[in-house]
């Protein structure tokens, strides 16, 4: 059809919509600049209010969740993770920008390109930095306040277990459940701490080196024992265990009293190994010195089988820290525990002596030994005598023999013959306490007299002991072993020097 025919041309078709770059586009790089920090400010610019609020529970939804799982003890998970959601929300809004200045440009607008979007950005990408920054070293600034205010034994109510509470009231949303843990942590070592400071306020030394231990092993401890505080704490606690020992202590070394001693002794020693340089390290000799002259005061006051006791407590201690001591004990042990012999025996203690002599004899040969025998000498005659009080004590016949003649020499001779069917025994005790016991074998031809025998028939019969004595007072015993009717003959007996006696033991039974 020729043109024109039915009227003039076709209008021209419509223009194509123009295509902005993602750089070249404001309203892009404005709003993926505001996005950039987190808070979907990109969508506020675009008036975009469903991206705006999505973009809002987003990154609050990421700040609890790394709050309430840690980031701060995983930074470099959550820089990850964070910095994932910007780059996305950034990306976004360079789309989303771009759209909007499309849309303009083909309303024949201009897209807006002022300054200001651009500093918003930056000052919340600063602001969201420096408040999550702040959050979190504010609480550990905190938490150095309150450590500090800790090591240096501060741990009051208004100070470090104040400081670790405003850590755990004020920064829970710190990004750092171990920022909680270790203020919490510190302020159960701080109670610990003050426990032990209030122990020995109360003077309750040993419970105050408990607590103290249970500090130290306490991992988040941070006070240190620079000043010897501790050492001292020892030096009072071995002070008061002798203070007390002394205060009950009734004349004779009982377990508590021996238990105290030798505890302050231990508590003495361990100072100047674990603490050394202290104070309290050069007091210990003064004080080891003091606890041996307090504990052997009985000693000191010539009660020997106390004061041996009260040596023998510590004799098997050492004393390196104070040698004199050493060089005392070594003076005094084996002459208190000779003194107490001789205590025992005036007292009849017979086997207590014997301990004392054997002690001596196999720790002290050459201490006074002629004295150590004489104690021997003596133990065995109390041993006699004792045992001639015990058969004396439901009756005796007096034993006064006569003399029969002459020994011939400056000796009293005494001869007896057993005409008994029993074994005879014949016990002494004379002077410088000599003694014996002689047993005579039975008269196996012999019977028991119904009454006494006449003329010497008696003599006719049986074994003789014949014993050469030197001249003194005697006392003598003589009995049978096996008869329960012949009461025992005993007395006093003063034996002169040429003297012989000759007698006969016989026993009577109705």
């Avoid at 550990?140 to 450590?147: M, N, Q, S, Y």
């Avoid at 909680?180 to 122990?199: I, K, P, V």
């Avoid at 005061?297 to 020997?304: L, V």
Wanted: overall charge negative; aromatic content about 10%; some cysteine.
């Amino acid at each position: 059809m020729p043109p024109g025919q039915f009227g003039g041309p076709p209008p021209p078709p419509p223009p194509k919509p123009r295509r902005l770059g993602l750089f070249s586009s404001p309203s892009a790089v404005r709003a993926s600049l505001l996005n950039a920090s987190g808070m979907g400010a990109g969508y506020f610019y675009l008036r975009q209010w469903p991206f705006f609020a999505a973009a809002l529970i987003i990154t609050v939804g990421l700040l609890v969740t790394a709050a309430v799982i840690g980031a701060a003890d995983n930074v470099l998970l959550w820089v990850a993770v964070f910095a994932a959601w910007f780059v996305a929300a950034a990306v976004h809004g360079l789309f989303a920008g771009r759209s909007r200045d499309e849309h303009a440009l083909n309303r024949g607008e201009q897209p807006g390109r002022g300054v200001m979007p651009l500093l918003v950005a930056g000052g919340l990408v600063v602001a969201l930095l420096a408040s999550l920054t702040g959050v979190w070293q504010a609480g550990e600034w905190r938490l150095r306040v309150a450590d500090a205010a800790h090591a240096r034994g501060e741990c009051g109510e208004t100070e470090a277990v104040d400081a670790y509470g405003s850590v755990e009231d004020l920064f829970q949303l710190s990004f750092s459940p171990s920022l909680m843990e270790r203020a919490r942590s510190g302020a159960e070592a701080c109670a610990l701490l003050e426990q032990a400071q209030a122990d020995v306020a109360a003077e309750e030394y040993e419970q105050a080196l408990s607590s103290y231990g249970s500090y130290f092993e306490h991992p988040a401890s941070r006070w240190e024992d620079t000043d010897g505080e501790v050492a001292g704490i020892h030096l009072s606690y071995a002070a008061n265990l002798v203070s007390t020992a002394e205060e009950d202590f009734g004349g004779e070394v009982t377990e508590d009293y021996r238990a105290n001693m030798r505890k302050a002794h231990e508590i003495y020693s361990v100072i100047p190994v674990d603490y050394e340089g202290t104070e309290a390290a050069g007091s210990v000799p003064d004080a080891l010195t003091e606890l041996y002259e307090t504990g052997t005061s009985q000693y000191a006051a010539e009660n020997w089988c106390a004061g041996f006791d009260q040596i023998e407590m510590f004799s098997d201690l050492a004393w390196d820290t104070v040698p004199e001591v050493a060089e005392r004990m070594a003076a005094e042990r084996p002459n208190a525990a000779l003194k107490c012999g001789w205590e025992h025996v005036e007292e009849g203690g017979f086997a207590p002596a014997e301990e004392m002599v054997d002690l001596l004899k196999a720790e002290y040969p050459d201490h006074e030994a002629e004295d150590v025998e004489k104690m021997v000498v003596h133990i065995g005659a109390g041993r006699i005598e004792s045992e001639m009080d015990t058969m004396t004590a439901i009756g005796e016949v007096e034993f006064s023999p006569t003399p029969t003649g002459s020994s011939g020499n400056d000796k009293t001779v005494l001869e007896i013959t057993n005409n008994s069917p029993y074994e005879m025994r014949f016990l002494y005790v004379g002077p410088g306490k000599v003694h014996d016991e002689i047993l005579t074998p039975a008269c196996e031809d012999c019977e028991a007299y119904s009454s006494p025998p006449t003329g010497n028939s008696c003599f006719e019969k049986g074994e003789v002991m014949k014993l050469e004595l030197k001249p003194g007072e005697y006392r003598v015993l003589l009995t049978s072993n096996d008869s329960l009717f012949a009461a025992p003959l005993h007395g006093n007996v003063d034996f002169k020097a040429g003297d012989k006696h000759e007698s006969c033991y016989y026993v009577t039974e109705e």
